[in-house]
Antibody, heavy 124, light 110 residues
Framework: EVQLVQSGVEVKKPGESLKISCKGS????????IAWVRQKPGKGLEWMGI????????KYSPSFEGQVTISADKSMSTAFLQWSSLKASDTAMYYC?????????????????WGQGTLVTVSS | QSVLTQPPSASGTPGQRVTISCSGS????????VNWHQQVPGTAPKLLIY???QRPSGVPDRFSGSKSVTSASLAISGLQSEDEADYYC???????????FGGGTRLTVL
């Protein structure tokens, strides 16, 4: 069974750094893109970027380029999302997600597997 | 302002059929597949439709998707109270080189 398990709730102050994680199991982690999706309180889903763990090829949404860093450690089957200096506007739920694949076809933008979410609160 | 445009709300009574639209452009829906996700408030999203009109196993056939040129629709027939949720369309955008989501539609079952 494919599972994505994310790290726990974070409460941080503006200017602090943070790295949250997403551990995959039940499949060959290296072979599937992992996406990060932001959801601010009461708002919709925003795609932040993706990483291919086998070679760490990474793509960012223009809205998030330079604001966050996405990385992965394939030996740990874990993807990461990090900030060097948090802002109050980073307060949100963050989800990792994996594409749905049917046979040899995988569907961009169709996320069949989601982590449970990591709530990040940034407040002074 | 989302790249994909959805109505903010929709509603229906139990048993009714409702449709939710998703309007895009030639750089996203016009050239790439559309996917739909359902999110019950307080939970992670769930994939409902992939590849324009395919259902993952376990998704009831009451849910169906379609696409025409630069728009897509999600139809829910035989509406049930458990369908009350937020619905999001998503597609790759060739101009942005990113996945774009619609703003979401809150479905209320009256």
């Amino acid at each position: 069974e494919v599972q994505l398990v994310q790290s726990g709730v974070e409460v941080k102050k503006p200017g602090e750094s943070l790295k949250i994680s997403c551990k995959g199991s039940g499949y060959t982690f290296s072979n599937y893109w992992i996406a990060w999706v932001r959801q601010k309180p009461g708002k919709g889903l925003e795609w932040m970027g993706i990483i291919f763990p086998r070679d760490s090829d990474t793509k960012y949404s223009p809205s998030f380029e330079g604001q966050v860093t996405i990385s992965a450690d394939k030996s740990m089957s874990t993807a990461f999302l990090q900030w060097s200096s948090l802002k109050a506007s980073d307060t949100a739920m963050y989800y990792c997600a994996r594409r749905y694949c049917n046979g040899s076809s995988c569907y961009v933008g169709g996320y069949g597997y989601w982590g449970q979410g990591t709530l990040v609160t940034v407040s002074s | 302002q989302s790249v994909l445009t959805q109505p903010p709300s929709a509603s229906g009574t139990p048993g009714q059929r409702v449709t939710i639209s998703c309007s895009g452009s030639s750089s996203n829906i016009g050239t790439n597949v559309v996917n739909w996700h359902q999110q019950v408030p307080g939970t992670a999203p769930k994939l409902l439709i992939y590849g324009n009109n395919q259902r993952p196993s376990g998704v009831p056939d009451r849910f169906s998707g379609s696409k025409s040129v630069t728009s897509a629709s999600l139809a829910i027939s035989g509406l049930q109270s458990e369908d009350e949720a937020d619905y999001y369309c998503a597609a790759w955008d060739d101009s942005l080189n990113a996945v774009v989501f619609g703003g979401g539609t809150r479905l209320t079952v009256l």
